[in-house]
């Protein structure tokens, strides 16, 4: 059976619904729509080491840019470990209200985990991290 949703990526839950003789009389696709995303934005100050957004199995840490003699000045980055989509989007701005960093930008995957995004400068007082968490779904 084909059926458009009209948006998505066409994966939605699905099971067969039987009878008592275990034959099958329905098929029932979830199409997502009673359920929707709940986020928040956490805004956090730069801690010395990196950002703590209170949030269980996320980490932000920054590392510092670098000089190659081969590659020659190498720019900062900073690293977002989290699970699957658990941070929507990030913004990294300096003490002058400056973008210093966006998820927005290019980023480079590390592993299935982490990513890491350019860094503009050395974060110090006045840094601050602007995020969109996911806190996990809320059926209506």
Wanted: charged fraction near 15%.
């Amino acid at each position: 059976m084909v059926a458009s949703s009209g948006w998505g990526d066409g994966a939605y839950p699905s099971v067969w619904g039987v009878d008592a003789a275990g034959q099958a009389v329905q098929l029932v696709v979830d199409f997502c729509l009673l359920v929707h995303a709940v986020t928040r934005e956490v805004n956090v100050a730069w801690a010395g080491g990196g950002f703590d957004l209170g949030v269980p199995g996320v980490r932000i840490t920054t590392e510092p840019g670098r000089f190659s003699f081969w590659r020659g000045q190498i720019p900062g980055r900073l690293v977002l470990t989290a699970p699957y989509d658990a941070v929507a989007e990030l913004t990294l701005r300096t003490e002058k209200g400056e973008i210093a960093c966006a998820s927005d930008t290019e980023a480079s995957e590390v592993d299935a985990t982490t990513t890491a995004y350019p860094l503009l400068g050395k974060p110090g007082p006045g840094w601050t991290l602007t995020a969109t968490v996911d806190l996990g779904p809320e059926y209506s």
